[in-house]
């Protein structure tokens, strides 16, 4: 068994004119593509670990070989990461989160604006390539927060639900450096009805 890139639940270009199709043509088919071959040759030598979901094992790296720990840091992140982006996203999704979800925005931050701009803030002020999070904690609260390269929060004991992922790669054909524009344009493809089912779920 190897991990395998996942097909996208929407056609590359349909998420225009937020995020353009060649972006999203190269993003995941040679970015996130790169991440899972270099997870699975990590993994090669170790049958036991690749027939694990990959957040197992991102969620205790220190039960990972030391030799290997390094790349499924790195590259089995990038695997898990991307797979919570694109379902993160769909054309056409409903504008703001409804339901439990809702509530629990409320309490967390105060009212919804309040969480979309402390959220922007942490993605625009991460330095150098990473991702922005939103994040069950270990007391089921909402906290947002950011990580560098490829890291989860999943290796923090924190349970993902939505991510924005800031590497230029991700936005620079069409944004260049302005990286606050993109993060603008990606709160209008932010899919609320997979984010709520996936925090229901992880809640029980």
């Not at 996208?8 to 899972?36: C, F, N, Q, W």
């Not at 990590?42 to 220190?62: G, Q, R, T």
């Not at 993902?160 to 450096?177: F, R, S």
């Amino acid at each position: 068994m190897t991990y395998e890139l996942p097909k996208l639940p929407y056609p590359y270009d349909s998420l225009e004119p937020y995020i353009d199709a060649r972006t999203m043509e190269i993003h995941h088919s040679k970015h996130h593509a790169g991440y899972v071959n270099k997870v699975n040759a990590a993994l090669e030598a170790f049958p036991d670990l690749i027939s694990k979901p990959i957040e197992e094992l991102l969620k205790d790296l220190d039960a990972i070989p030391e030799e290997i720990r390094t790349a499924v840091r790195n590259t089995g992140g990038g695997h898990a990461n991307h797979v919570l982006f694109w379902e993160n996203m769909a054309p056409g999704a409903s504008k703001k989160p409804v339901g439990p979800l809702a509530d629990a925005i409320v309490d967390s931050f105060g009212e919804f604006e309040a969480f979309k701009e402390k959220f922007s803030a942490t993605a625009a002020g991460h330095f150098g390539s990473g991702w922005a999070w939103l994040v069950i904690d270990g007391t089921g609260g909402l906290k947002v927060l950011s990580t560098a390269n490829q890291d989860t929060p999943l290796s923090e004991g924190m349970e993902p639900i939505l991510t924005l992922d800031v590497w230029e790669h991700a936005y620079y054909l069409k944004y260049q450096n302005r990286r606050p524009d993109y993060i603008t344009a990606w709160w209008n493809v932010v899919n609320w009805d997979q984010v709520t089912q996936l925090y229901e779920t992880i809640l029980g």
